[in-house]
């Protein structure tokens, strides 16, 4: 089924299969006729409160089905469904409410200190609790707003190379182009039906939580929703469920395999298992593939601002043996572009190393409000990564390294400005540099470098503490070593390689 239009995906679903589950949720179902008339109403109550085209709707709370009537009822009014991390401090939600202007937004009342704490800071018009969500819906509204190809749709948040996240624009074109290209491939594994059932598990406020839930709106599937990616209700789920199609990071797959509840568990619903956000090792890769034999793997590489998934490593490239293609991520999905460029934007040539440049329909229109980031972000059209990369002769694309400083933990991107910037807040540092180093459990971890000020008093456990203060709990260094001095160019840069060099040593990339 394509749809031209975002709101059309609950409406037609409603029509043509409304007695069929659209969502399940702590053990409690809701029919797709059911689900589009709390979308109608959830529309009439947005437009009741002033909520209207380009308006941001912000969402800070635990997975959860009103995030996804909110959404879609976003779709129908013209407003831009805005989630945040919920994992983030007072001081980081009240930069996204200001950057976004957020005038209305959904917040779990376990958050609501952190919530209320950012808008003393940045006051929001209103704020409805998930709580209380069914109260908050009005009368069935039906209008819908002038819905374009490039009217944005989702402004989805992510790390700052400054120390301040960005606000991703992805339009109607953008998602609906991504969630439509996988059954251009014409395998078997991309052809979703309105028989599926999707493990929505990964957090809304990221792309592969919410671009999951998109792909089942899209299909009709029913969507088995989990407030969080928690291993023992992962596991009941799959197999509670029956689930036939999942998406996880890594670092979760390595968690279930690891699980002793885990060891008898009965993995055969799950037809299509889709992982990605970070490399994955390959015996974590071979481990899963023998844990859920009836599964085709699929591992996807793309970004926030490419919508998530551009390019897709097959299954027919996958073996519990191994093959070399396992260490890529795979080719681009029909339609979908990729270089490998230097910086002057020249290609490479096969098997050399260089930036990965991406062009598709999937490509964000810009950072809100940054036009000087969007444009050093996309060029002519084409979307530069910051991962550093290279083809081979099939065009099958490898990563080795990262252009950009960030660090990927558990699927979470964290850019070491923002951690160096809550470091340098404490007056016993005079100077501070952050990487990432390898990590079983969450494929890197943070790991910061400090000078001291001469004759202060400071230790790692007083330093990290100050840190939680200040940023969320998964940018926190979860190491600290103490230097005299930080490794630095003639012009003063600090020479990260040669930080990494002593933890990545020896392995055939430096990324985990």
């Known amino acids: 089924m394509a749809f031209m239009r975002l709101s059309d995906m609950s409406a037609h679903w409603a029509k043509v299969t409304p007695d069929r589950?659209?969502?399940?949720?702590?053990?409690?179902?809701?029919?797709?006729?059911?689900?589009?008339?709390?979308?109608?109403?959830?529309?009439?109550?947005?437009?009741?409160?002033?909520?209207?085209?380009?308006?941001?709707?912000?969402?800070?709370?635990?997975?959860?089905?009103?995030?996804?009537?909110?959404?879609?009822?976003?779709?129908?009014?013209?407003?831009?469904?805005?989630?945040?991390?919920?994992?983030?401090?007072?001081?980081?939600?009240?930069?996204?409410?200001?950057?976004?202007?957020?005038?209305?937004?959904?917040?779990?009342?376990?958050?609501?200190?952190?919530?209320?704490?950012?808008?003393?800071?940045?006051?929001?018009?209103?704020?409805?609790?998930?709580e209380a969500f069914d109260s908050f819906l009005g009368a069935p509204d039906e209008r819908l707003a002038d819905e374009r190809p490039e009217t944005v749709a989702l402004q989805l948040y992510t790390s700052g190379t400054t120390g301040f996240p960005k606000g991703a624009l992805l339009t109607q074109r953008n998602v609906l182009g991504t969630v439509g290209k996988g059954a251009l491939t014409g395998e078997a594994w991309s052809q979703w039906t309105d028989e599926d059932v999707a493990l929505v598990a990964m957090p809304l406020f990221h792309i592969g939580g919410t671009g999951w839930a998109l792909h089942a709106l899209h299909a009709g599937a029913t969507m088995v929703i989990?407030?969080?990616?928690?291993?023992?209700?992962?596991?009941?789920?799959?197999?509670?469920?029956?689930?036939?199609?999942?998406?996880?990071?890594?670092?979760?797959?390595?968690?279930?395999?690891?699980?002793?509840?885990?060891?008898?568990?009965?993995?055969?619903?799950?037809?299509?298992?889709?992982?990605?956000?970070?490399?994955?090792?390959?015996?974590?890769?071979k481990r899963s593939m023998e844990r859920f034999p009836n599964a085709s793997f699929i591992q996807c590489y793309g970004a926030t601002?490419?919508?998530?998934?551009?390019?897709?490593?097959?299954?027919?490239?996958?073996?519990?043996?191994?093959?070399?293609?396992?260490?890529?991520?795979?080719?681009?999905?029909?339609?979908?572009?990729?270089?490998?460029?230097?910086?002057?934007?020249?290609?490479?040539?096969?098997?050399?190393?260089?930036?990965?440049?991406?062009?598709?329909?999937?490509?964000?229109?810009?950072?809100?409000?940054?036009?000087?980031?969007?444009?050093?972000?996309?060029?002519?059209g084409w979307y530069l990564s910051g991962d550093a990369g290279y083809l081979d002769a099939d065009g099958?694309?490898?990563?080795?390294?990262?252009?950009?400083?960030?660090?990927?933990?558990?699927?979470?991107?964290?850019?070491?400005?923002?951690?160096?910037?809550?470091?340098?807040?404490?007056?016993?540092?005079?100077?501070?540099?952050?990487?990432?180093?390898?990590?079983?459990?969450?494929?890197?971890?943070?790991?910061?470098f400090v000078v001291r000020v001469p004759g202060a008093e400071l230790s790692a456990e007083a330093l990290i503490a100050h840190c939680r203060t200040r940023i969320a709990g998964y940018k926190v260094p979860k190491s600290v070593e103490f230097v005299d001095e930080l490794p630095r160019n003639p012009s003063g840069k600090i020479l990260k390689k040669e930080l990494r060099k002593p933890y990545w040593e020896g392995l055939d990339r430096q990324v985990a």
Not at 89 to 112: H, M, P, T
Not at 244 to 255: C, G, I, S
Not at 396 to 415: A, C, F, P, Q, T
């Open 226 to 285: 989990l407030p969080r990616p928690e291993i023992p209700a992962f596991v009941r789920a799959i197999e509670t469920e029956r689930v036939t199609r999942m998406f996880a990071v890594p670092a979760v797959l390595n968690m279930i395999l690891n699980d002793p509840a885990a060891a008898g568990a009965d993995f055969q619903s799950v037809k299509a298992l889709l992982y990605g956000a970070s490399p994955i090792p390959l015996d974590v890769l």
């Open 396 to 448: 099958y694309l490898y990563i080795h390294d990262r252009v950009k400083d960030m660090i990927v933990s558990g699927g979470e991107n964290i850019y070491p400005a923002e951690v160096e910037n809550a470091l340098h807040t404490h007056p016993a540092v005079k100077d501070a540099a952050v990487i990432g180093v390898p990590d079983p459990k969450w494929g890197e971890a943070v790991k910061a």
């Open 21 to 130: 589950v659209a969502i399940r949720f702590e053990r409690q179902s809701e029919t797709w006729g059911a689900f589009h008339e709390r979308v109608l109403r959830c529309a009439g109550a947005l437009r009741a409160a002033g909520i209207g085209p380009g308006d941001r709707v912000g969402h800070m709370g635990l997975n959860h089905p009103a995030y996804v009537v909110l959404m879609c009822a976003c779709f129908r009014v013209g407003a831009i469904i805005t989630p945040i991390n919920w994992r983030l401090v007072a001081a980081e939600v009240a930069y996204v409410l200001k950057d976004a202007g957020i005038r209305l937004a959904l917040v779990d009342r376990a958050f609501g200190p952190v919530f209320e704490g950012a808008t003393a800071e940045q006051p929001v018009e209103r704020i409805v609790w998930t």
């Open 305 to 380: 601002e490419t919508c998530g998934t551009v390019v897709y490593l097959p299954p027919d490239d996958h073996h519990v043996d191994g093959t070399p293609r396992m260490k890529g991520c795979g080719k681009p999905f029909p339609g979908n572009e990729i270089r490998i460029v230097d910086a002057d934007m020249r290609d490479l040539p096969v098997g050399e190393v260089g930036e990965i440049a991406i062009r598709s329909v999937s490509v964000m229109a810009g950072y809100h409000g940054k036009p000087e980031a969007t444009a050093k972000a996309i060029r002519d």
